[in-house]
C-alpha cells in the first residue's frame, strides 16, 4: 500500500512532486495526445489502484534517470522516446489499453495518464496532501 497519491489534469507547467528529494518539477510542453488526462502528480510514493469505468488508453511517462521503474514493459507499446517531458530529464512515454476495473499502478519511477471516455477513481488519493518528504541525496529538476 502506497502513500498518498495526487493526481490532476496534465498541461504544460502542471507542478509534479518528487517526495523523496523534497523537489518540484513541472510537465514541459507536453504534445496534445497527453494534454488535458487524469494524470498522477507524484513519483516515487508507492503503487496505488485505479478504479477505471470504461475502456481506457493509459500512458506512463518514465525515465531512466530516475531509477527504480518496476514495470514489465513487454507487453504495453512504446510511442516515443528521447523527449523532455518531466523536468530536465529524458523521458520515454508508453502505452497499454485497459478494460474497466481495478487496475494497480505503481509511481516508483513513473507518472500515470489515463486517456478515455470513462471515469477514474483511485484508492489513497487524496486532493491537496503529499506524503511527508524526506531528506534525500537525488536533484529534481
Given at each position: 500500500m502506497?502513500g498518498?497519491?495526487q493526481t490532476?489534469?496534465?498541461?504544460?507547467?502542471?507542478?509534479l512532486?518528487?517526495?523523496?528529494?523534497?523537489?518540484?518539477m513541472l510537465y514541459k510542453?507536453l504534445?496534445?495526445?497527453?494534454?488535458?488526462?487524469?494524470?498522477t502528480?507524484?513519483?516515487n510514493?508507492?503503487?496505488?489502484?485505479?478504479?477505471?469505468s470504461?475502456?481506457m488508453?493509459?500512458?506512463?511517462?518514465?525515465?531512466?534517470q530516475w531509477?527504480?521503474?518496476?514495470?514489465?514493459?513487454?507487453?504495453?507499446?512504446?510511442?516515443e522516446?528521447?523527449?523532455?517531458y518531466?523536468?530536465?530529464?529524458?523521458?520515454?512515454?508508453?502505452?497499454?489499453a485497459?478494460?474497466a476495473?481495478?487496475h494497480?499502478?505503481?509511481?516508483q519511477?513513473?507518472?500515470?495518464?489515463?486517456?478515455g471516455?470513462?471515469?477514474?477513481?483511485c484508492?489513497?488519493?487524496?486532493?491537496?496532501?503529499?506524503?511527508a518528504?524526506?531528506?534525500?541525496?537525488?536533484?529534481?529538476?
Open positions: 502506497g498518498w497519491l490532476g489534469m496534465s498541461a504544460t507547467g502542471l507542478q512532486w518528487e517526495p523523496s528529494c523534497g523537489a518540484w510542453t504534445p496534445a495526445y497527453l494534454t488535458g488526462l487524469t494524470t502528480t507524484l513519483v510514493n508507492g503503487p496505488f489502484t485505479f478504479s477505471l470504461g475502456p488508453t493509459v500512458y506512463v511517462i518514465m525515465s531512466s531509477g527504480g521503474f518496476t514495470v514489465n514493459l513487454a507487453s504495453w507499446t512504446l510511442v522516446s528521447g523527449k523532455n518531466v523536468g530536465g530529464y529524458t523521458n520515454s512515454v508508453y502505452s497499454k485497459y478494460t476495473g481495478s494497480s499502478f505503481d509511481t519511477g513513473a507518472f500515470w495518464l489515463f486517456a471516455t470513462g471515469s477514474t477513481s484508492t489513497n488519493c487524496a486532493t491537496g496532501k503529499f506524503a518528504a524526506g531528506a534525500s541525496s537525488c536533484t529534481a529538476k
